[in-house]
């Protein structure tokens, strides 16, 4: 089993930037690659981004692309999600995920989801 357990969200004006942690415990060594996903009022959960396991091959949704950034730190087994330039269409509860049967195909279908964190964009 894998843990993730993120951190991180929280209220910031439009344009402003926000960092947010993904903490994976428990049998990391099985995770290919990990992600983030969120979930805006009303609307049903959407792809955000995503990095694999090694830190390299980044994917991003177009409505982030150029605004949002992965990157993982293997010494803590942690993944950064750093959001710039938001918006208040980013207001979302953002969960952090894990595959750990990634097959290029089928593309990043995560097996373990986080307890989910709010960031909140006023304009």
């Known amino acids: 089993q894998v843990q993730l357990v993120e951190s991180g969200g929280g209220l910031v004006q439009a344009g402003g930037s926000l960092r947010l942690s993904c903490a994976a415990s428990g049998r990391t060594f099985t995770i290919d690659v990990m992600g983030w996903f969120r979930q805006a009022p009303g609307k049903e959960r959407e792809f955000v981004g995503s990095?694999?396991?090694?830190?390299?091959?980044?994917d991003f949704a177009d409505s982030v692309k150029g605004r949002f950034t992965i990157s993982r730190d293997g010494t803590k087994n942690t993944v950064y999600l750093q959001m710039n330039s938001l918006k208040p269409e980013d207001t979302a509860v953002y969960y952090c995920?894990?595959?750990?049967?990634?097959?290029?195909?089928?593309?990043?279908?995560?097996?373990?989801w986080g307890q989910g964190t709010l960031v909140t964009v006023s304009s």
């Open positions: 995920a894990a595959d750990s049967n990634f097959r290029a195909r089928i593309g990043f279908q995560p097996d373990y």
């Open positions: 990095i694999g396991w090694s830190g390299s091959n980044t």
